[in-house]
């Protein structure tokens, strides 16, 4: 039997080529099988038609046709960002550009482990990662697969400063993965603070702080995961400075902000965290997975530092070899920063901005819309690209089965918040294709799915 081609050397762009044709057409015509945002069916029916896709997973003899079928059955089952109606959470469209350099980091396959194995991607992560530090004052930043990854960084290191013991203190609509990586790693049970608008209440959190003894940790957001809220940072970053608490924000959705010259106001008080969360699978419109750490005291990093003679021995790093191994939690590690370098570069700040702003404006045209209809009810005005609605005169088990309604005839993909003691449909919108007309034709859709 041949071995099979390889994807990189001399041999691999002409082995891929008919295989790219082939994952093309495969997208392309499960897409139009599909015929929506996402399929219809349900899990019962979706899982029946990936069993008969796949058939024997191990077969004894290869199956010429997999590629083109496994992928035909993906994108059939799937549920597409790129879709208007396809808006239920944090899950963006990824640019073409973008994905295409993930191709080139696939082929490649660095592992950024050692400087042996990836000495390009490294000098470009290095490169790529302080520019974006200096995007939130500060000295340093990791790249990471995303915010959950990353607010557990900021807790270990906030941990590691503080000799091996910190105080976690997070707003009730802080990220689960807070509360989650203070489990994690051994830390006290985190102190909630009340949040009655949706976000800290610089009150509560002064109160809360002047009671507490030893290190203290505070955990603020810049883009809720349930309604896109900010916390008043500049509030919060002063109170910390008085308390002599360590600041850390979780800017894994409103960060992309920063791209934008009509909002990035929204982040003032960010240059005065010790540790930024950032997430361009988000507001950046890369392939999962693409999160950030920025970290104000480079000296902070000290603490991921580790030691294996044959990926980082104390001769090759006095010889001048790079030691990465103090850069991530994960030992094998793909240069994530190619598709992100290439977005930059190629995109700039405007074209990233204007991404940023149409999506902002889309969020305000649907929250327009609702107002003027009497079958909605709506939250609030966005503050980022988040809109909460529910029908007028609806229980909560109600909007709950008509979300559920929509997703079982694959009709849309919304998402659910619970705020002020209700539940609410919520649409998160990231993708800058979606026009008013579409925003229409989600209202008709949930109107026609609400009983009356």
């Known amino acids: 039997m041949p071995t099979p081609p390889l994807a990189s050397g001399p041999d691999g762009p002409g082995a891929l080529r008919p295989l790219l044709d082939t994952v093309l057409d495969a997208l392309s015509a499960g897409g139009r099988a599909r015929g929506g945002p996402l399929p219809a069916g349900g899990?019962?029916?979706?899982?029946?038609?990936m069993r008969d896709t796949l058939g024997d997973v191990?077969?004894?003899?290869?199956?010429?046709?997999?590629?083109?079928a496994l992928v035909h059955a993906l994108a059939e089952g799937a549920a597409d960002p790129a879709d208007p109606l396809c808006a239920g959470h944090l899950h963006c469209p990824p640019l073409a550009l973008a994905t295409a350099a993930d191709l080139a980091a696939s082929v490649l396959n660095p592992s950024l482990d050692s400087w042996d194995q990836a000495p390009a991607a490294s000098a470009l992560e290095a490169l790529v990662t302080r520019a974006l530090a200096a995007q939130t004052g500060a000295a340093d930043c990791l790249v990471t697969t995303g915010g959950t990854?990353?607010?557990?960084?900021?807790?270990?290191l906030a941990r590691e400063a503080h000799g091996g013991t910190v105080q976690l203190v997070t707003a009730a609509g802080a990220h689960h993965s807070l509360p989650r990586a203070a489990w994690l790693l051994g830390l006290p049970a985190p102190v909630t603070v009340p949040a009655p608008a949706g976000t800290f209440d610089p009150a509560a959190l002064d109160e809360t702080l002047a009671h507490l003894s030893g290190p203290v940790l505070?955990?603020?957001?810049?883009g809720t995961t349930d309604a896109g809220l900010i916390d008043p940072l500049p509030e919060i970053a002063a109170l910390c400075r008085a308390h002599g608490a360590r600041l850390h924000i979780d800017a894994a959705y409103g960060g992309g902000l920063l791209f934008s010259e009509r909002h990035r106001h929204r982040l003032s008080g960010l240059d005065a965290a010790d540790t930024v969360t950032l997430d361009l699978h988000k507001l950046g419109w890369q392939p999962i997975a693409a999160g950030l750490l920025t970290v104000r005291d480079a000296r902070d990093l000290a603490g991921l530092h580790q030691r294996a003679e044959y990926l980082n021995a104390d001769d090759d790093t006095e010889a001048g070899l790079p030691d990465l191994l103090g850069r991530s939690l994960h030992t094998t590690r793909r240069p994530d920063i190619l598709k992100i370098a290439v977005t930059l570069r190629?995109?700039?700040r405007s074209g990233l901005g204007a991404l940023v702003d149409q999506v902002c404006e889309c969020a305000d045209e649907l929250a327009r819309l609702i107002a003027a209809h009497p079958g909605f009810e709506l939250y609030d005005r966005p503050t980022i690209s988040t809109v909460l609605f529910r029908p007028t005169g609806a229980t909560d088990d109600a909007v709950a089965a008509v979300r559920r309604d929509l997703l079982g005839h694959g009709h849309s993909v919304l998402g659910r918040a619970r705020l002020n003691g209700r539940l609410w449909l919520k649409a998160t919108l990231l993708?800058?294709?979606?026009?008013?007309?579409?925003?229409?034709a989600l209202l008709s859709l949930v109107e026609g799915h609400t009983p009356r």
Do not use: I, M
């Open 431 to 440: 993708n800058p294709r979606t026009r008013p007309a579409d925003l229409a």
């Open 58 to 68: 191990l077969p004894d003899k290869g199956d010429p046709d997999a590629l083109r």
């Open 43 to 49: 899990p019962e029916a979706v899982t029946a038609r």
């Open 149 to 156: 990854e990353s607010n557990q960084l900021a807790l270990l």
């Open 218 to 222: 505070v955990a603020a957001t810049a």
């Open 346 to 348: 190629g995109l700039g």
